[in-house]
């Protein structure tokens, strides 16, 4: 007979002691089963237990109904319980006790339950009055100075004993430090409280640590991650920290060999960038530049011995993207026709192109004046021959065009002189026009590295919450405080990071490349636009390479001659030109639903294997984490936490919690994760974004994820919807049908029917006696 549909079997844990069995009778009221609880349970007092059992419900009598049998149910100390406990002992006058609570603190303040009740008990403000105060160090403080008085008063010879007490306690400061600011890095990450709340006291004590030269790494990192945050969450911040930081004082942690720390550092240079007004990014970029800070960068971040990860990728990007949009004032910028000194920039690219020196102005007619100059303003390539000035009237690119002409002219002289030259000794309709080729070149740079994106995602305003739009150098990327539509943010290159002038250096080398593509296509003046196309496919497939300098990336192109691009071009078209005749797209329709099915078997299978998780939040560290994988049946997801990252699968029977694969009603990907919600620092990081997704069951609870990759990503996700009956939608899946497709057709049209396909190849046949033989093509 089957047991009452009311009657659950449970496992009741409580740390320490081993699990119990207990039947739980829905029927009862919630007190009557807690008592039972009690009775089960020795040396437990009832209000304790009912604290714990309420919260493991879900604080709600109602959610009773979701316990199912075999369910655990694992006691432990509420939330508000365990907050009132941590803040009574991190006041503590002894100094273990008071570090091992904080460093409680550290590891409870990552849930937002606990977090929010810690909060209430304003354990906010009392962490930031430890820290102004430096009470966290009280104790050992007044040690020191007691024993320091009582030695040089009475016990001089003791001296060495007190240096070598001073050196033992040293360490104990740094992790009280560390765990202090842990607690309110990890409390402040989840967006409960402003940034706006505190004092200038608390900002000067986290700016010290980061000005001193010798401190210690756990703290140092804590304290540029808090500054980072201060001046990304607000402009009235920014302001205070960028009166009590200098770049100059940022430079040396960057000199530096953790990788760790020279990411943070990098960040919140970012962040005082990001923020500064626009007439003060200028000079702040000047001053980066007296600092020399590509250098430092270029030797001790990008050619260090340690591989760049993926933070310090994205930092490093974040960088570059900044760089670039000091040059939209430029752009933006219409040329006077009537400014003698910008007119004047024309006349300098006159002189070095035909080696004249400006003519005094009672030397000639004023008719035969013009007419040379007109003249010699076709020879440059200018669209408006007797005032050039006006070509620069269009923005974009506006000034910015005329600084990279006059800077090729200045640096790059003979290549100048040559491109001029040369064209103005061709037919009219066959030159290249130097002056309208690099106004549109440089128009066309600006748009591959979205210069002048910046203001149109209102950044100017300083509001954090606006910065949610694509604005940037590469075709895909992102940075702090800007999310962007792609997937993939770290996509720096290491070659604008080895000149000063690297913009003005790249239009240098694309502006030889466009001539030299000009020639190559023998083209006319018609043929402009064709090959201003040309030009940028050839430059964005060079960048493709992520070329570690200019002069690879200038060898690259040189590769990418214009015939190397129409065999390039007729490649794709073949490719895509067999597969679009009426019976091969038959044949598609027909093999398309084996091959989704092969998919979908092996997205099951890589589920069955599982997956290590990490339980994180915005802010960049190391994290618990917890290992979920489909049982072999596809009827169970079995997931669990672990003390560390496993080597391998991890056993079945060592997961303790169990979802089964029928609760799930559906599978919610991105911002619509409860997880992305509930953590408002967590919608400006678009990359934990687009790797968030959960699982929907039962009475709106929710299994959340982050994967640790995108691949990973769109196995669960592809996994998870395979297993619900729905369509299987993600990149992962499109990119494997377009190759297991092409192949499985190419095999089928091969015609092997009852041809044996040998398992090894066949042998080389040996070579002729002779080789007089010839084949007559005629």
Not at 345 to 370: H, Q, T, Y
């Amino acid at each position: 007979m089957p047991p009452p549909a009311d009657i659950v079997k449970v496992a009741i844990e409580w740390p320490g002691a081993f699990p119990k069995l207990m039947e739980i009778d829905q029927k009862k009221p919630l007190s009557a089963i807690i008592k039972e609880v009690c009775e089960g349970i020795q040396g437990k007092s009832m209000p304790q237990v009912l604290t714990n059992f309420w919260f493991y419900l879900g604080k709600s009598p109602q959610n009773r109904n979701d316990i199912k049998n075999g369910s655990i149910l694992r006691l432990t100390t509420s939330p508000y319980q365990t907050a009132v406990q941590l803040h009574e002992r991190i006041q503590s006058t002894s100094m273990d006790a008071k570090l091992e609570a904080l460093k409680d603190l550290a590891n409870a303040s990552r849930d937002i339950t606990f977090a929010q009740e810690f909060i209430n008990l304003d354990g906010i403000s009392l962490l930031t009055q430890m820290v102004e105060s430096g009470t966290e160090c009280l104790l050992v403080h007044k040690l020191i100075v007691v024993q320091d008085t009582f030695i040089i008063k009475h016990h001089p010879s003791t001296r060495e004993r007190y240096q070598k007490l001073q050196k033992i306690m040293k360490p104990c400061f740094g992790d009280l430090l560390s765990f202090t600011l842990t607690a309110f890095v990890e409390l402040m990450d989840h967006g409960i409280v402003s940034w706006d709340t505190f004092s200038v006291a608390f900002i000067k004590k986290i700016a010290s640590y980061v000005n001193k030269s010798a401190m210690d790494t756990a703290v140092l990192q804590r304290s540029l991650a808090i500054l980072e945050s201060m001046v990304l969450n607000s402009q009235d911040l920014y302001h205070k920290v960028a009166q009590e930081i200098t770049i100059g004082q940022l430079i040396p942690h960057l000199q530096g060999t953790d990788q760790d720390i020279q990411t943070y550092t990098i960040a919140v240079i970012n962040a005082l960038f990001l923020k500064a007004p626009e007439e003060k990014r200028q000079e702040m970029a000047h001053i980066l530049a007296q600092k020399q800070l590509r250098s430092i960068i270029l030797s001790n971040v990008i050619r260090s011995p340690t591989p760049i990860n993926d933070e310090m990728a994205h930092q490093l990007y974040v960088l570059q993207v900044l760089t670039f949009n000091l040059l939209e004032d430029r752009m933006m910028t219409k040329m006077d026709p009537q400014d003698q000194a910008q007119r004047d920039i024309i006349f300098e690219l006159r002189r070095i192109a035909f080696d004249v020196e400006c003519e005094p102005n009672n030397s000639g007619s004023i008719e035969k004046r013009k007419s040379m100059y007109t003249r010699d303003y076709k020879k440059l390539g200018f669209i408006n021959h007797v005032n050039p000035a006006v070509d620069f009237t269009q923005i974009p690119p506006g000034m910015l065009a005329l600084d990279n002409m006059l800077y090729f002219a200045r640096h790059h002289q003979d290549a100048y002189i040559r491109i001029v030259l040369e064209n103005s000794s061709r037919e009219d309709k066959h030159e290249c026009p130097f002056g309208r080729s690099s106004i549109e070149l440089t128009k066309m740079l600006c748009e591959i590295l979205k210069v002048g994106e910046l203001r149109k995602c209102g950044l100017e305003k300083g509001d954090p919450k606006r910065l949610i739009v694509a604005p940037y150098f590469c075709w895909n990327g992102g940075l702090n405080g800007i999310c962007v539509a792609s997937e993939n943010c770290h996509d720096f290159h290491p070659m604008f990071f080895t000149h000063d002038r690297s913009f003005e250096e790249f239009f240098c080398i694309c502006i030889q490349l466009l001539n030299k593509t000009w020639k190559e296509m023998r083209a006319t003046s018609e043929d402009f636009n064709k090959v201003m196309q040309v030009v940028r496919e050839q430059i964005m497939r060079a960048l493709t390479l992520k070329p570690n300098s200019l002069d690879q990336f200038k060898s690259r192109l040189q590769n990418l001659s214009y015939t190397e691009i129409l065999k390039i071009r007729q490649s794709e078209r073949m490719n895509q030109e067999d597969f679009q005749s009426r019976p091969i797209l038959e044949l598609r329709e027909k093999i398309q639903p084996e091959i989704m099915e092969l998919i979908k078997q092996q997205r099951l299978n890589r589920l069955c294997e599982g997956t290590c998780f990490r339980k994180i939040s915005s802010r960049r560290r190391q994290d618990k984490f917890w290992y979920c994988r489909l049982s072999p049946n596809h009827k169970v997801l079995h997931y669990g936490d672990l003390e560390e990252s496993p080597q391998g699968e991890v056993p079945h029977d060592s997961l303790q919690d169990k979802l089964p694969v029928a609760d799930i009603k559906a599978v919610i990907t991105g911002k619509d994760c409860p997880h992305m919600k509930e953590k408002g620092a967590l919608k400006q990081n678009k990359e934990v974004l687009e790797l968030a997704f959960s699982v929907l069951y039962e009475s709106d609870e929710y299994l959340n994820f982050i994967a640790p990759d995108k691949h990973e990503y769109c196995v669960w996700t592809d996994g998870l919807n395979a297993l619900l009956g729905k369509e299987m939608t993600s990149d992962y899946t499109k990119s494997d049908m377009d190759t297991l497709l092409s192949m499985e057709m190419k095999l089928r049209l091969l015609d092997l029917e009852n041809i044996q396909i040998p398992e090894a190849p066949p042998p080389i046949p040996k070579e002729p006696s002779n080789y007089d033989f010839v084949y007559d093509c005629n």
